[in-house]
């Protein structure tokens, strides 16, 4: 779902976010990411964002870190997603679309009356994520395809081939990302890979570790 926004720089974009912590859960530009909103706060999250710039922030809850409170510490870097479709159940809940557009860094978690968590934000170091296809030329299209093939026979996966031949590289590549069943310190080393070829390569990597330790201890390791 495109955005009928343009974000031409870092600058469009607003400096402070309102972040959705939320394990496993990879958004990366141009992807797409489907959200059941039922949680209060996340209502009031989504709310506000309708009556501002309509961007969230997609941002994990690192585990390796003990939080000095009981709200769980996260990941210094997350992805901000516009909301492109939004639609009431009737039963108090939201169905969200969320666009990805850039990632960012945390600058400094605010402290605030509202009910969800918001943050500063520098999306400078990302600022290339905002040019589509960038640097899609350089991912090795070949190799990714064939760990989707091997991914795929390993776990009797059905695969639409006609539809993954015909997607651009950048689509392929952050689709198979933010779908891929691992667990979440690799999907944080993905979101943070430099560039869209670092990332293909991560993924390819990463899929066969996954396939080698199933056949050692019977299972890859799954989020």
Same mark, same amino acid.
């Given at each position: 779902?495109?955005?009928?926004?343009?974000?031409? *720089?870092?600058?469009?974009?607003?400096?402070?976010?309102?972040?959705?912590?939320?394990?496993?859960?990879?958004?990366?530009?141009?992807?797409?990411?489907?959200?059941?909103?039922?949680?209060?706060?996340?209502?009031?999250?989504?709310?506000?964002?309708?009556?501002?710039?309509?961007?969230?922030?997609?941002?994990?809850?690192?585990?390796?870190?003990?939080?000095?409170?009981?709200?769980?510490?996260?990941?210094?870097?997350?992805?901000?997603?516009?909301?492109?479709?939004?639609?009431?159940?009737?039963?108090?809940?939201?169905?969200?679309?969320?666009?990805?557009?850039?990632?960012?860094?945390?600058?400094?978690?605010?402290?605030?009356?509202?009910?969800?968590?918001?943050?500063?934000?520098?999306?400078?170091?990302?600022?290339?994520?905002?040019?589509?296809?960038?640097?899609?030329?350089?991912?090795?299209?070949?190799?990714?395809?064939?760990?989707?093939?091997?991914?795929?026979?390993?776990?009797?996966?059905?695969?639409?081939?006609?539809?993954? *031949?015909?997607?651009?590289?950048?689509?392929?590549?952050?689709?198979?990302?933010?779908?891929?069943?691992?667990?979440?310190?690799?999907?944080?080393?993905?979101?943070?890979?430099?560039?869209?070829?670092?990332?293909?390569?991560?993924?390819?990597?990463?899929?066969?570790?996954?396939?080698?330790?199933?056949?050692?201890?019977?299972?890859?390791?799954?989020?």
């Amino acid at each position: 779902m495109p955005s009928n926004v343009h974000y031409a *720089n870092a600058a469009d974009l607003p400096e402070t976010l309102p972040l959705f912590p939320l394990p496993g859960a990879l958004l990366l530009p141009r992807g797409q990411m489907p959200l059941n909103i039922f949680e209060p706060r996340y209502l009031a999250m989504i709310d506000f964002a309708m009556a501002s710039h309509r961007l969230i922030g997609m941002i994990q809850p690192d585990p390796t870190q003990n939080g000095s409170t009981t709200l769980p510490h996260l990941y210094s870097a997350g992805c901000a997603g516009r909301i492109t479709q939004l639609a009431e159940t009737g039963d108090g809940r939201y169905l969200v679309q969320l666009t990805g557009i850039a990632r960012f860094r945390v600058v400094e978690e605010l402290t605030t009356i509202t009910p969800y968590r918001q943050a500063t934000v520098d999306f400078t170091p990302f600022e290339g994520d905002l040019e589509p296809r960038k640097g899609e030329d350089e991912v090795d299209r070949v190799a990714v395809l064939g760990a989707l093939k091997a991914f795929s026979e390993a776990k009797q996966l059905e695969v639409d081939w006609k539809n993954i *031949n015909e997607a651009s590289s950048e689509a392929l590549v952050n689709a198979l990302c933010m779908m891929a069943p691992f667990g979440v310190s690799e999907k944080q080393a993905l979101l943070e890979a430099a560039d869209l070829k670092a990332r293909g390569d991560m993924l390819v990597a990463i899929t066969e570790f996954e396939l080698a330790r199933e056949g050692h201890d019977g299972g890859p390791r799954m989020q």
